[in-house]
């Protein structure tokens, strides 16, 4: 009678365990819900790898002085903290979560944290609570309202296809069986350029997935700033061009060949692709007052309300910033070095 017991007593504390895993993960999984017109991050941000994403009070950015993992700061770069150990990039924000790619990160540690696990994220606003969405490698993601678009390797494509999924991760589905950049979104769909037929300027209608012409003109980049579409112009050596939405009628905003841009305000940072004399330049969202902002060679332009980060091509380190508007100062992002090496002791 007592053996009985003890395996009835056992089942029972086995059932409650599995009972209390279920509303654990059941809590873990509850989000709150985004207003519809909410976009996780900048276009032009997304469009040079999501690296910063700025939200009412905090900058969150990936620390290339700490293998590129997650990081908080005040919009002046005071108050750095570490949230957690993975390498991420295409940050988004929305609501008290966030919302990134997750690299293959071995050799990383940390609560609720999966080792080797490279794929969609999301985490609380301190770093707490890591749930995988889908792990899958990917490429550009946007938060629109409550879904997640973001371009996935598929096994078996000849590219990566747009794919989305609820921030509750349930919904996911196949949008396209092509290449689609959904950097661009909007609360009810996506601007994009194609990749199959034509590099034209497209709307993509992402409650009914039905896709239109806007400009039938070859373009790469297109980034969706202040009702206007900045793009590079594939048929003309890649000058960078605007497109507005409100009258139809573009515009040549350089004639320099540019490989990288960004749109924050009122400038346009870019990177000036000349084999003689590569740059980073500024200019104004017309194209007017163009100046160097740094010689050389950059990549990755993210912008944030106060600075605008970037570093030299092919290398991660050091990370350099200039405020976003007034007198180009650059100079090297020693906060966030300093709040790395502090994590490393």
Known sequence: MNSKKTVILSLSGVLLILIAISVCSYFLQRIETNPPDTIGNTAGNLNNNGLFCETEDRIYFANAYDGGTLYSMNPDESDIKKLNHAEVAFINFGGKHLYYYQKDSTGASGLGFVVHMSGLYRCERNGENI????KSDCHTVVLAGNTLFYEKAVTGAMTRQLYSISTDKKNMRERT??????????????????????????????????????????????TLYDNYIYFLDTDHDYNLCRYSLASGASEVLTTDRVDCFNVFGSYIYYQKNDSEAPAL?????????????????????????????FHAFGADTPVYHTPTTGAIDVRTFE???????????
């Not at 749930?131 to 889908?134: A, F």
């Not at 350029?193 to 209608?205: A, K, P, Q, R």
């Not at 992402?206 to 039938?216: K, N, R």
Request: aromatic fraction near 16%; hydrophobic fraction near 35%.
């Open 131 to 134: 749930l995988c969405l889908d």
């Open 177 to 222: 069986t092509f290449l689609l950049n959904p950097a661009s979104a909007t609360s009810g769909g996506i601007y994009y350029n194609g990749t199959v037929d034509d590099h034209y300027l497209y709307y993509m209608d992402t409650a009914t997935g039905s896709s239109s012409l806007v400009y039938a003109y070859n373009m790469w980049f297109p």
């Open 281 to 309: 330049m500024r200019m104004l969202t017309d194209g007017s007052n163009s100046e160097v902002v740094a010689t050389g060679n950059y990549s990755d332009i993210n912008i944030t309300s106060q600075y605008v980060y």
């Open 335 to 345: 906060s966030a070095k300093e709040a790395a090496y502090a994590n490393m002791k």
